[in-house]
């Protein structure tokens, strides 16, 4: 492997296909793989986070945050930072990563090696954080098929998953944050979410690259509900 000029040069290796060589070369081009590895992030991912909290401000110092699917880690990181997980002076938030997953240990966050559908997960969840949380985020995707239609269902059917999850562990006037493919949220799922929410927007961060087909769902302002009174209880 050998830069010149500012070009990367990859021998196609033994095993490897061409378009994995492509995905390498993009790899370490890309500014945020670089940023993400001099920061120590897991993840160029954690950019996303960031300039979507940038923007919408919802990672507050002493929130409560779940990171569904959270493994490796890198929105868990990017939340100790803005919440305030590490300080000291009890006015720091608390930080909750959930994954099936094993993950690396992150200072300031609890993780939970747990499926976030099982019955017992919220229970568990609202103990792990001390009560209900203000922020759930999630940038669960399943792996691509490579056929628009069926990978927009699959991972429709995981943010669907999320806030199903959410709305039974979310605090009033908190936020859910998912990711969704072009094309937008379900009808019957964005017509929850503004019921749900006083705030919902799709937008893409410029940290997604150009020619993937991710945006995400911003919805503040949880109204409660049922679920999250009982949660009360």
Do not use: C
């Not at 010149?4 to 990859?10: E, F, I, K, P, Y």
């Not at 669960?140 to 709305?167: K, V």
């Not at 379900?186 to 705030?199: P, S, T, V």
């Amino acid at each position: 492997m050998r830069g010149g000029g500012g070009v990367v040069r990859l021998r196609t290796g033994k095993g490897r296909t061409t378009s994995q060589t492509n995905w390498l070369r993009r790899q370490l081009r890309d500014p945020y793989v670089i940023a993400a590895q001099r920061d120590g992030l897991r993840s160029r991912a954690a950019f996303k986070l960031i300039e979507l909290d940038d923007r919408f401000h919802f990672l507050k110092k002493g929130a409560r945050v779940v990171d569904l699917g959270a493994a490796p880690g890198g929105w868990s990181l990017v939340a100790v930072e803005r919440v305030g997980s590490l300080e000291a002076d009890g006015k720091g938030g608390r930080i909750v990563a959930i994954d099936l997953q094993e993950m690396e240990p992150i200072p300031g966050v609890e993780i939970l090696h747990l499926d976030f559908l099982a019955d017992e997960a919220p229970e568990r969840l609202r103990a792990a954080l001390g009560g209900l949380a203000d922020v759930v985020m999630s940038d669960m995707a399943a792996p691509a098929t490579g056929h628009t239609q069926t990978d927009h269902l699959r991972i429709m059917g995981l943010l669907d998953a999320a806030y199903h999850f959410a709305r039974t562990v979310l605090a009033p006037g908190g936020a859910f944050i998912g990711k969704v493919l072009r094309g937008g949220t379900e009808r019957e799922l964005l017509e929850m979410l503004k019921r749900d929410f006083a705030e919902v927007k799709h937008v893409k961060p410029p940290a997604s690259r150009k020619d993937s087909a991710e945006i995400y769902v911003i919805a503040m302002g949880f109204r409660g509900g049922e679920d999250a009174e009982d949660a009360k209880a």
